[in-house]
């Protein structure tokens, strides 16, 4: 539907690169009247991307007013008879136009919303005057009106102001006293939501995992009945081991990142002693469980895995994020058995393409060589670890195993690379593995300024389509038994079958400073 043909042009490829929208497939472009604050319209040209809602001037598609992210989308608002709808926005101004497509355009944004976040958008059906009358302002917004499903986080961008400036004759109006005094929206009472959550306000029901910092526990929520997980972090614990910071950037990257193969924070809190990241159930378990009762896949499937890992992969680089832990058992499996990346306790924000950190992090057989010798790395790491594991999916071991930590170490920095046994893998798996697994990242496939695209052109992958793969329309070739929500049999036994915890927790409480800490998703409808 790129009825203005965008696709190809070079201001709007331009104004999607200035809002990091560079990579991005577009859905939808054509023309359409904006309907200001005074019921005023002006010609705009609405350009729609697998993340983003561009407002663009329609005779300089390089100016951008206003680009929105698809997932802070809250609900949109149709009148049918006026030909218009408004899409209500979290923690900011709503967007009002007018099309004779109107409901092919909202269509369009249901489904371009339920593939990018996994929930689905709201849309309600209204009267032209009680549509006007719903928007949220920029004047209320900032001073200080509730927007539509408060946050404690702010979203508000540059483009905003980039839009105040190419509206700046409109006259904001203020929305009622009544709907400001509110949370939800400002007027029609449709949506009801708290802003913040606890501990109490969930239903622990089985223990999924433990690790170094504390438990993840299946969990449902007494307000709306559905399932999550729950991984809950001693505040001490923390502290002593100096994982405050990396703590505090996993739970900016799962808010942040909005991708069909990651998996999604939907609500975070804290109590005295404890932190908890409330996130989507995937209830089809760990890779690594299913690689390790399977012994190793067959190619259509360590392929189909390896490029929902690589689009997932290259999306957080696209945002500068280093995830740098990736391996089988941070990879699970949902209900339809597609692939989300989880735990983002080790990644790295703020990473410029040619930036380095150093610190010496990661599972040791997915380790890059350049986190060994503590030289240096970058993007290039999560590349390596993914040429490691496609080598462990299609052959049963990761490439430079041993049982010694000190020889595998060696192997991982000196020895060339080996494939066994032979027959398990193809020419053009080898060809891609050996580019991945380059000891040297400038020049590992992967780690030029084109990043994920060099894995995807690989003829390795040339049977996947990856604007259907992205959309979540190729099949997996293997589904994952489960009888329900609630289904935990696809996970390790050690731990579902440990005693439910009771009650919040009692430890001592801790000094730690986790300001902003608290989170709600705005996928969220109470």
């Known amino acids: 539907m790129d009825f203005l043909k965008l696709s190809n042009d070079k201001k709007a490829l331009k104004a999607m690169a200035a809002n990091s929208a560079a990579n991005e497939s577009i859905l939808l472009s054509m023309k359409v009247v904006k309907i200001n604050r005074k019921g005023k319209g002006q010609n705009r ?26 997932a802070q989308l809250h609900h949109i608002s149709v009148s049918p008879q006026a030909q218009e709808f408004a899409l209500h926005v979290t923690n900011e101004y709503d967007y009002r136009f ?47 009106g509730e927007s539509w499903m408060p946050r404690d986080t702010d979203v ?17 109006v203020r929305p009622s006293e009544a709907a400001a005094a509110k949370p939800g929206p400002v007027a029609g009472g449709a949506f009801q939501s708290k802003s913040r959550y606890c501990y109490e306000d969930f ?36 502290l002593e081991r100096n994982e405050v910071q990396h703590t505090k950037t996993e739970r900016k990257a799962l808010s942040d990142t909005h991708h069909p193969f990651l998996v999604h924070l939907r609500f975070a809190f804290q109590s005295p002693s404890k932190l908890y990241l409330v996130m989507d159930y995937c209830n089809g378990g760990e890779l690594f469980f299913h690689l390790k009762e399977a012994g190793r896949f067959d190619e259509p499937r360590a392929r189909l895995y390896g490029a929902e890992i690589a689009s997932a992969i290259h999306h957080l680089h696209t945002l500068k994020i280093i995830y740098r832990d990736l391996k089988p058992e941070n990879v699970l499996l949902d209900h339809e058995g597609h692939v989300r990346i989880t735990d983002f306790g ?28 503590q030289t240096g790395h970058g993007r290039g790491v999560d590349w390596w670890s993914l040429g490691t594991m496609i080598y462990e999916m299609l052959g049963g071991l990761p490439p430079f195993y041993s049982q010694t930590l000190k020889i595998m170490y060696e192997k991982i920095l000196k020895a060339p690379l080996e494939f066994r046994p032979d027959h398990l893998f193809t ?12 000891k040297d990242p400038a020049v590992r496939t992967g780690s030029s300024e084109r990043d994920g695209f060099e894995i995807r052109e690989h003829k390795w992958f040339a049977e996947i389509d990856w604007v259907k793969l992205e959309a979540r ?25 440990e005693a439910i915890p009771v009650g919040p927790d009692k430890d001592a409480p801790t000094k730690a400073n986790f300001d902003g800490f608290t989170y709600v998703d705005s996928g969220h409808l109470s």
């Open 156 to 172: 508000k961008g540059d483009a905003e102001a980039q839009d105040d400036n190419a509206d700046s004759e409109e006259e904001d």
């Open 473 to 497: 329309e190729l099949k997996p070739p293997f589904v994952p038994k489960v009888s329900d929500d609630l289904d935990v049999s696809n996970f390790d036994g050690e731990f579902t079958s």
């Open 346 to 373: 080790l990644a790295k924000d703020a990473m410029e393409l040619k930036d380095q950190t150093h610190t010496f992090c990661g599972t040791p057989d997915y380790l890059a060589p350049e986190i060994i010798r």
């Open 427 to 438: 020419p053009t798996a080898r060809d891609l593995i050996s580019g991945m697994l380059q």
């Open 45 to 70: 040209a609405l350009l729609v991307t697998t993340r983003k809602i561009f407002n663009l001037m329609p005779d300089n598609f390089s100016k951008c007013n206003r680009c929105i992210e698809l």
């Open 203 to 238: 239903t622990v029901l089985k223990v999924l995992g433990k690790g170094a910092f504390g438990k993840v526990m299946l969990v449902r929520a007494n307000d709306t009945k559905k399932v999550y997980a729950m991984k809950a972090l001693s505040k001490q614990v923390l």
């Open 98 to 144: 007018k099309t004779a497509a109107f409901d092919s355009v909202v269509k369009l944004l249901k489904d371009a919303f339920q593939t990018c976040t996994g929930e689905e958008l709201e849309v309600v059906q209204t009267d032209v005057a009680q549509l006007a009358k719903s928007m949220m302002t920029k004047a209320s917004v900032k001073q200080g």
